[in-house]
């Protein structure tokens, strides 16, 4: 664990030091593309010069290091190893599970109006298989777990909703959903990409399903290496997909040709995988763990809505509306806001241009500090806004 500040809060300045994009910008877009952390770049940067001069002769030694990077993502969300699987992107991981489950005309998936895009399309997918996707819609910015309830039938098959909103930061009760829906036989997918990585999730608890979320964003990953999990009785409902020489038991015979699928999620990872990529995302898990990272608790998270909550405070004193949940366990990393009278994609740019780098989405401005973020950030993003508003 990191040391403790004599002020008896918890010290952040080590994490910020081991983010070096924190000495050039004021980052509050970690819920698009979060710069990656230094141990992330050191590892791959190890990673790289042994490619270069060794090649294949240190490959034992990568694949070793993915296996102990499994270890350290199931211990994070409380699943066992053999429920992780290791895909490029959240997409993958959605699309995996759409066209793995064994569909029948006539049955539907319920999700949410206001998801993003890559958990609409696979399912809206299946439609040329006779399978209806139902969008929840989301009045305002909670979302209503009765009414996504009310909204399935006795040929729902899945529910898949986003933990943590990408365009409000709404975060959900995932027990109370999961619940819900095993209580009338429906799966859970649950697109964990805006909350892994700062929040809690332990998914023995929660009894979810199927979970997928890049490491691109919270965990402070490199993009094209995420995870897949994969509850372990749920493995068999679904239909190998992408499958190669790494789908088997015997996955280092190759004179052995029998289909004779691994019983774990790693069924799906075919052939080569990404390992500079997984090596970096482990050394990024492994910083985030050290700072109280954990599936039952984090101290990360208390220091996210932290930031997000004076970020919040100082950009209402602009004249800004600020539109994400203020208050109780529905708060995230991301708060989404207005500056009415003013062009928002105009306002981001000059951010952008004087290094203070935030998000446009669905008609609003989006900032998403992770915990190294520090009050001398938020003075910045305020400064920059301020200009204009004083004009």
């Known amino acids: 664990m990191v040391e403790v500040s004599q002020s008896g809060g918890q010290d952040w300045q080590p994490m910020r030091q081991q983010m070096p994009a924190a000495s050039r910008v004021a980052y509050f877009d970690h819920a698009a593309v979060s710069p990656i952390s230094g141990p992330a770049q050191e590892a791959i940067g190890r990673w790289a010069t042994q490619a270069v001069e060794q090649g294949g002769l240190v490959w034992a030694q990568w694949a070793q290091r993915v296996e102990q990077v499994r270890e350290r993502a199931a211990q994070l969300i409380g699943a066992d190893s053999r429920e ?86 709404w975060r959900l009760d995932v027990a109370a959903l999961v619940q819900a829906a095993h209580d009338r036989g429906i799966l859970v997918f649950l697109d964990a990409i805006q909350g892994l990585g700062v929040f809690p999730l332990n998914v023995a608890q929660t009894g979810v399903d199927f979970m997928a979320a890049d490491g691109h964003k919270w965990m402070l990953g490199p993009e094209g290496a995420g995870l897949l999990y994969i509850r372990q009785d749920r493995l068999d409902q679904l239909r190998p ?116 780098i935030l998000s446009c989405r669905g008609g609003l401005l989006r900032i998403s500090p992770h915990a ?14 301020s200009v204009e508003a004083t004009g």
């Not at 969008?135 to 399935?152: G, K, Q, S």
């Not at 990872?269 to 990529?277: K, T």
């Not at 208050?327 to 062009?343: C, N």
């Not at 973020?373 to 806004?385: A, G, P, S």
């Open 84 to 169: 992780i699987a290791f895909v490029a992107n959240t997409t993958t991981g959605i699309s995996l599970i759409a066209e793995g489950l064994s569909w029948e005309s006539g049955d539907n998936v319920v999700t949410l109006a206001n998801e993003f895009p890559s958990n609409l399309y696979p399912w809206m997918n299946l439609q040329s298989r006779g399978v209806e996707t139902r969008r929840v819609p989301v009045d305002d910015v909670a979302v209503d777990l009765n009414r996504i309830m009310e909204t399935c039938d006795e040929q729902t098959r899945l529910i898949s909703v986003s933990w943590v909103s990408y365009l409000s930061g």
């Open 372 to 385: 190294y973020v520090n009050e001398e950030d938020v003075e910045r993003l305020i400064e920059v806004l």
């Open 241 to 356: 997909l992408g499958v190669g020489w790494h789908s088997v038991t015997h996955a280092h015979d190759f004179s052995r040709i029998e289909l004779d699928w691994k019983e774990a999620a790693a069924r799906y990872e075919g052939g080569s995988q990404n390992m500079a990529g997984v090596i970096g995302l482990g050394a990024s898990l492994d910083m985030l763990a050290s700072y109280g990272l954990g599936c039952n608790d984090s101290l990360l998270a208390p220091r996210v809505l932290e930031i997000a909550e004076l970020a919040s405070d100082r950009l209402e004193s602009l004249g800004a509306k600020v539109v994400s949940c203020r208050e109780g366990a529905h708060r995230s990393g991301i708060v989404s806001f207005d500056l009415p009278g003013r062009d928002l994609a105009a306002e981001r740019r000059r951010c952008a241009a004087q290094a203070v």
